[in-house]
């Protein structure tokens, strides 16, 4: 036999070889890892579950894992695919939801309502689909009420601490005598940095994740024309590192094209338009370090080992603990409604509340935050507002007032006359609000410089 008919016949029979035995060593790993990821669920994160069964073959496995949510309890086959064909990675697990886990949810799914495909990665990452069925049906039990589901579709990745989520619905209809809901175009995603391994000193921290959630359209309606809502929506957040090792988080709420039209039985029909709005939350400037206490300390909290109330206690003692370190530098927290645009003028506003640096406190204050940690960080207070409404919507939410609360309609006009007579309030460019700054050593109240001796009678005549 020539030297290359033994090569081929060398190559040949490895390769026989790592397709008979490459399979059993795959599916041990894969056994091991799925056993890792199960246990990992019920300790760490708390999740109802536990695996009551684990057959591994050469090819396939089957594995059974058992869920309890409330006073339900149900089980959830999984199918392993291991070798030796390696283009879709390590392994592939189908993992499907019965569909008999109450008369209800048979009754609208013929099949698994919800069906997860994982395939594990050569680079140990893995990524799930995420798939459920549309139907179309009566509700039992519910005369002429009609349920449509379009479906929905995703995946959840991750590769070492990277995730990816993202979540495609194509939207609900419920159909109940002469009233409807109609919900259109449902998406979420986010991506970001899971911080496996916080918990140890050289880790890197990376806080750097996002999360949004779109509405496309919602509606609520009747035939007879007494009440619609419709609006979209859109929530998102982000959280960063910030600078001087600091985290930084943001979050915002946005509607689009809200309309209500409402024909109460008594009084003006209701005709609201709001073209845009939005509310946008930002809080800076917290110590890394002592969050990241907090996040290694939340997680060593086992909530298979505690009932809700201890675990929530546990919780609420870690912050109380670490509070005053992760407030330590200057942070600041800000809420703005950029111009909301109602169809019957306009409102806007910010306000914003923040802590100075320890080392501008007096000497007093300094020594009590060693004592009285929570009352000298309320020393480090500082506040600013801009809030201002169009005298046009104020007429126009008076005008609504006066069918259903006349007294309040009367009284509402001559209120905030007398709060800009006396101060509180102010007038500018046709609308009515207020301007403050709170510091340390004085308040700015709509341009009058408020010396703090003078505070306290203030806040009295306020109150008044």
């Known amino acids: 036999m020539s030297k290359k008919a033994i090569s081929i016949t060398t190559v040949v029979i490895l390769l026989i070889l790592v397709a008979v035995v490459a399979p059993y ?14 246990a990992q669920a019920k300790t760490e994160y708390g999740y109802p579950i536990e695996l009551t069964d684990y057959e591994r073959g050469w090819l396939h496995s089957h594995a059974v894992t058992r869920v309890q949510i409330e006073d339900t309890t149900f089980d959830v086959e999984h199918e392993i695919t291991h070798g030796p064909l390696f283009v879709f990675g390590w392994a592939r697990i189908h993992s499907a939801l019965p569909n008999d ?3 209800e949810m048979a009754h609208f799914f013929d099949e698994s309502p919800l069906v997860a495909n994982t395939k594990l990665g050569f680079g140990g990452g893995y990524r799930i689909g995420i798939q459920s069925p549309a139907f179309d049906k009566d509700v039992p039990d519910e005369p002429g009420v009609h349920l449509t589901w379009q479906g929905l579709k995703g995946y959840y990745a991750r590769h070492d601490n990277e995730v990816d989520l993202q979540l495609n619905g194509g939207g609900l209809k419920l159909d109940a005598e002469n009233r409807h809901l109609v919900v259109d175009d449902i998406q979420v995603s986010g991506d970001g940095s899971a911080m496996e391994n916080i918990e140890e000193a050289d880790a890197k921290l990376d806080w750097d994740s996002r999360f949004e959630a779109k509405l496309g359209h919602y509606r609520m ?4 024309g007494a009440f619609d809502l419709a609006y979209g929506m859109r929530l998102h957040a982000n959280t ?10 943001h979050a915002g709420y946005d509607i689009t094209d809200l309309q209500l ?8 029909p209701i005709d609201v338009s709001v073209d845009q709005a939005a509310i946008k939350l930002g809080l800076t400037g917290l110590k890394a370090g002592p969050l990241q206490e907090a996040v290694v300390a939340l997680r060593e909290i086992d909530p298979s080992q505690h009932s809700p109330e201890r675990v929530q206690a546990l919780s609420a003692r870690v912050f109380t603990e670490l509070a005053p ?5 200057t942070p600041k927290l800000s809420v703005t409604i950029p111009p909301v645009e109602t169809g019957h003028g306009e409102a806007q506003g910010k306000v914003s509340a923040g802590l100075i640096s320890n080392d501008e406190l007096p000497p007093e204050v300094a020594d009590m935050r060693r004592r009285m940690p929570v009352l ?3 020393q480090r207070l500082t506040l600013d507002a801009d809030v201002f409404v169009d005298e046009q919507l104020i007429d126009w939410v008076t005008k609504n007032l006066a069918s259903e609360n006349p007294a309040m309609a009367r009284e509402l006009p001559m209120q905030i006359t007398g709060m800009v007579r006396q101060g509180f309030l102010m007038r500018e460019d046709d609308a009515v609000g207020v301007r403050l700054h709170a510091g340390k050593d004085e308040v700015v109240l709509n341009g009058q410089t408020i010396p703090a001796r003078q505070l306290q009678p203030l806040f009295e005549s306020l109150m008044r």
Not at 325 to 329: F, K, N, S, T
């Open 261 to 268: 039209k409402a024909k109460p039985d008594d009084g003006d």
């Open 25 to 38: 060593f795959i599916g041990a790993k894969v056994e091991t890892e799925f056993r890792e990821g199960i």
């Open 240 to 249: 960063a590192n910030g600078d001087n090792d600091t985290v930084e988080f």
């Open 376 to 378: 000298a960080m309320a």
């Open 101 to 103: 886990i109450s008369p």
């Open 325 to 329: 370190e992760i407030l330590a530098g």
């Open 221 to 224: 309606y009747d035939d007879a």
